[in-house]
């Protein structure tokens, strides 16, 4: 099955400062890459996700990106503020009949 | 639209209890999971099913788990006995689709076995 490993585990900013959080999977038939975010005590939200036939997507302070050769697909929040401070989570999946594997998560904490 | 809700919110129970998770997923979502979610083994996702029907339950830990949806609004997740090794937040998610869509999280039921 999907095997999804996510670096690193903890992440600590100063406030302004970019974070970059990446995963690599095994299968090289994945097509769909989300990312949610998780704050204490809280459910996870989706915050971004990416398809295989695109490259990167952005969304405002945050964007994605994918490497499909290398089977690694990365995320970037610029312009890091407080409320970014949480768990965040990438998963993949190869194909709509199968299911969705998660990394084990990255805690950030931006500082202030 | 209210969102994933499930009950109940939080569930101590002592070894070998019977315990019963519900969820009720969004409304028009044909695609409802159950989570687990643990310190040590992170977000294990336990079974999956798309209009009503089970479509994979290989990450089930074992005979004491069970999951049924009787119609496409209700979901019941069964552990039966309940061990200390149960203890978790169960999440529920549901969404319009298959699972290569956004999920979408209920707020999670902490269990803790004593």
């Known amino acids: 099955g999907e095997n999804v490993e996510q670096h690193p585990s903890t992440l600590s900013v100063q406030e302004g400062d970019s974070a970059v959080i990446k995963c690599t999977y095994s299968?090289?038939?994945?097509?769909?890459f989300p990312w949610y975010k998780q704050e204490l005590g809280k459910r996870p939200q989706l915050i971004i996700d990416?398809?295989?036939?695109?490259g990167e997507k952005k969304d405002q302070r945050i964007a994605v990106t994918l490497n499909k050769t290398a089977k690694h697909f990365s995320l970037h929040i610029t312009e890091t503020q407080p409320e970014d401070s949480a768990v965040y989570f990438c998963?993949?999946?190869?194909?709509?009949?199968?299911?969705?594997?998660f990394g084990g998560g990255t805690r950030v904490l931006v500082k202030p | 639209d209210a969102g994933v809700i499930q009950s109940p919110r939080h569930e101590v129970t002592e070894m070998g209890q019977e315990v019963t998770l519900r969820c009720k997923p969004i409304s028009g979502h044909n695609s409802l999971f159950w989570y687990r979610q643990t310190m040590m083994r992170g977000l294990e996702l336990l079974i999956y099913?798309?209009?009503?029907?089970?479509?994979?339950d290989s990450g089930m830990p074992e005979d004491r788990f069970s999951a049924k949806m009787p119609n496409a609004s209700f979901s019941t997740l069964k552990i039966q006995p309940s061990e200390p090794r149960d203890s978790a937040v169960y999440f529920c998610?549901?969404?319009?689709?298959?699972?290569?869509?956004?999920?979408?999280f209920g707020p999670g039921t902490r269990l803790t076995v004593t």
């Open positions: 998963a993949a999946i190869r194909g709509a009949g199968n299911k969705l594997t």
């Open positions: 099913f798309n209009n009503n029907v089970p479509i994979d």
């Open positions: 299968d090289s038939a994945s097509n769909y």
């Open positions: 998610a549901s969404t319009f689709g298959l699972a290569d869509y956004e999920q979408y």
């Open positions: 990416i398809r295989s036939n695109v």
